[in-house]
């Protein structure tokens, strides 16, 4: 699913700008929460409102990252460069919880970029100015990832997502409407990667919120 995200990112970007396309990425998700746990969110707590907002700020940075940069990147390349997440989640913890990888998640890593990048590079290496923002996606990724584990242990995983959710909704549609790019999907393709976006994205992130705190 994680690689998938990328393609149909892409064509929604290339159809819509990133912005908007976040806002009803995380209006629709933030909606399908309520809509199956609506007797949990009534009763959120304000410490899990706090907490959601701390890690939808890395949260909705790393998604407006992933979405500006896959106007101007292949998804073959994003998806290698945002992977690398992987490689900078356990050098932040390091710097948060000093504490040193040990060898063999220092393997792991090597081995995971390397198989990365074999199976996403295509003949052309060359870099783009997408690809940094990819990068930046990757950065913040790892932030909220680290964050999840630190604010999460003790709060409710719909809750904790739903308010990731509604912070990013509320953030791209501001950005949307400062730059004048506010626009609602017109065309079929754009509805279907939101489909799979607000899906399985929203599945996949309420997943990480729930397991997260055990690493």
């Given amino acids: 699913f994680f690689g998938g995200a990328f393609v149909f990112i892409r064509q929604g970007v290339l159809l819509i700008n990133p912005y908007s396309f976040l806002f009803f990425r995380c209006l629709l998700g933030s909606l399908i ?5 609506y007797k949990k969110i009534v009763k959120i707590k304000a410490q899990t409102i706090r907490y959601g907002i701390y890690i939808g700020i890395p949260f909705v940075f790393s ?4 979405a500006i940069g896959l106007e101007t990147t292949t998804a073959s390349k ?4 945002g992977s690398l997440y992987v490689v900078i989640v356990p050098i932040i913890s390091m710097i948060v919880y000093r504490k040193f990888p040990s060898f ?3 393997i792991a890593v090597i081995i995971a970029v390397l198989g990365l990048g074999i ?9 783009q100015f997408g690809d940094v923002w990819v990068l930046m996606f990757a950065l913040f990724l790892a932030i909220q990832i680290v964050m999840v584990g630190k604010f999460a242990k003790k709060q409710d995983t719909i809750n904790l997502t739903f308010v990731q959710f509604v912070f990013s909704m509320l953030v791209s549609g501001f950005i949307a409407l400062i730059f004048g790019k506010f626009s609602i999907p017109q065309t079929y393709l754009v509805w279907q990667s939101l ?3 607000v899906i399985f994205g929203t599945l996949g992130y309420a997943i990480q919120n729930k397991y997260q705190r055990y690493i």
């Fill in 78 to 81: 994003s998806g290698f460069i």
């Fill in 63 to 66: 998604l407006l990252s992933l």
């Fill in 33 to 37: 929460l309520f809509l199956f746990f």
């Fill in 119 to 127: 199976i996403s590079f295509e003949r052309n290496l060359s870099i």
């Fill in 104 to 106: 063999n998640k220092i």
């Fill in 195 to 197: 489909g799979y976006i």
